[in-house]
């Protein structure tokens, strides 16, 4: 009993509060509004569809494992299917896959690579960034690297508009298409890690000015 009595009047104490209860709530405040900041940024550049999305030269397809949870990943299935579909509709004409593959034996841009080709799409219309190995070198890579000022992004809606908010934070002009969304029970890790995703692409924006890992020589799309 005393050291229940003890626990209570320390988590009671006027100093406690003011030294775990004040920055927790600065934390979740901070939360919050970064995340309604890139939300609301975003919101009239998503689309759902293709009749709605404005054409551009190239797509984006920012890259994911194919593997999850012992079986195939459904970001990865979706995202595949969403620029299948972009592409065969005419509202682009070349697919940029920006993926991590930073081993030998993990290569996400060449899975999606073999993906879309068994989905129809021409092997010429396809080229890959190895060095995507987060979404803000994805997005700034596809304009330093591959000259793409104006292209559409494709990925989850959530994925989407952090992507579009690192793009206007670089001056560039970008649209998204909205892969289909997994059920909730299947990505509750992935929904609550983009949450503190959101704070860290603010401060890389704003404060922190950060830089993709890695540029090098340029590389011309044709479409």
């Not at 999606?112 to 987060?134: H, V, W």
């Not at 949450?195 to 704003?206: G, S």
């Amino acid at each position: 009993m005393f050291f229940l009595g003890f626990i209570i009047r320390v988590f009671t104490h006027k100093r406690t509060i003011k030294f775990i209860y004040v920055p927790l709530l600065l934390l979740a405040i901070t939360v919050w509004s970064c995340n309604n900041w890139i939300r609301k940024s975003a919101v009239t550049k998503c689309y759902n569809t293709t009749q709605q999305i404005p054409e551009n030269k190239v797509g984006l397809l920012l890259g994911t494992t194919k593997w999850a949870k012992g079986g195939a990943n459904l970001f990865f299935q979706y995202r595949i299917n969403a620029a299948v579909e972009l592409f065969k509709s005419g509202k682009i004409k070349h697919i940029l896959v920006s993926g991590d593959n930073h081993t030998l034996e993990y290569n996400e841009a060449e899975d999606m690579q073999k993906a879309l080709i068994e989905n129809g799409i021409p092997d010429s219309c396809i080229t890959l960034d190895y060095a995507g190995f987060r979404t803000l070198d994805s997005v700034v890579r596809c304009e330093k690297v591959f000259g793409q000022k104006k292209f559409t992004i494709i990925s989850q809606p959530f994925h989407n508009e952090r992507a579009l908010f690192i793009a206007k934070g670089f001056d560039l002009d970008c649209v998204a298409f909205n892969a289909k969304d997994v059920p909730s029970n299947y990505s509750l890790k992935t929904r609550v890690r983009e949450y503190f995703a959101r704070v860290k692409c603010v401060l890389d924006i704003y404060i922190l000015k950060t830089q993709p890992k890695f540029l090098g020589e340029k590389v011309s799309i044709t479409a």
